[in-house]
């Protein structure tokens, strides 16, 4: 099955921009999403891309995938305080099965 | 329009027993998917039901339930608890149309004492 990886942790100061990486192993996903996730809350979709793609913006969200590597970025930038989350990709593949990665955990420093 | 609605919110058990969590999704939708969420193991999917049908099944034990009606509210039940049955269950709602994003609800936090 369909494998995600995430570094855990991002440590970044505010105004800077983040780079959150996503790597995945199903060649086949068609779309590929990014999900926020706030202390006790549910999932908050952010953006995705369509796999025929390789950039998209998005206001202050920029995703880049390398469909060859089979790696997916989501850069934020001037980031804020209220951008601390966990932050999950998610590729979607056959059916209407999502697939997330452990999560990227984001913690804003002011 | 309102989002997904998930009840309850929060609910205790002990190990034994038998919960059933609802789900309603964004009006007009009509597939509904259930995700487990645990430190441990991260976000899995369970199961997906389109048009009052079971249409995907992820790695869960027969004891792990659901069905959805007319209206596309869906209902996963978890029978026999067991304390690993502790987590957050989200569902999401889709069109399984063009994107056919999926739009999470706030979830439901069931705890097995």
């Known amino acids: 099955g369909e494998d995600v990886e995430q570094s855990l942790f991002l440590s970044v100061r505010e105004g800077d921009s983040s780079v959150i990486n996503c790597t995945y192993t199903?060649?086949?996903?068609?779309?590929l999403y990014w999900y926020k996730q706030e202390p006790g809350a549910g999932l908050q979709l952010l953006t995705y891309?369509?796999?025929?793609?390789d950039m998209k913006q998005d206001q202050r969200l920029t995703v880049l995938l390398n469909k060859k590597d089979k790696h997916l970025s989501l850069r934020i930038a001037d980031t804020q305080t209220g951008d601390s989350a966990i932050y999950f990709c998610?590729?979607?593949?056959?059916?209407?099965?999502?697939?997330f990665g452990g999560g990227t955990r984001v913690l804003v420093k002011p | 329009k309102a989002g997904v609605t998930q009840t309850p919110r929060y609910l205790i058990k002990t190990r034994g027993q038998q919960v059933t969590l609802s789900c309603s999704p964004i009006?007009?939708?009509?597939?509904v998917s259930w995700y487990q969420q645990t430190p441990g193991q991260g976000l899995q999917f369970l199961f997906e039901?389109?048009?009052?049908?079971?249409?995907n099944k992820g790695n869960f034990p027969g004891r792990f339930s659901g069905r959805q009606f007319s209206n596309s509210r869906s209902e996963m039940n978890v029978s026999t608890l067991e304390l690993g049955d502790s987590a957050l269950y989200l569902c999401a709602s889709s069109t399984r149309a063009g994107t056919d994003t999926q739009y999470f609800g706030p979830g439901t936090r069931l705890t097995v004492l």
């Open positions: 998610a590729p979607k593949a056959a059916g209407n099965k999502l697939t």
């Open positions: 199903d060649s086949s996903s068609t779309y």
């Open positions: 891309i369509f796999s025929n793609m």
């Open positions: 039901y389109f048009s009052e049908t079971q249409r």
């Open positions: 009006s007009g939708h009509r597939s």
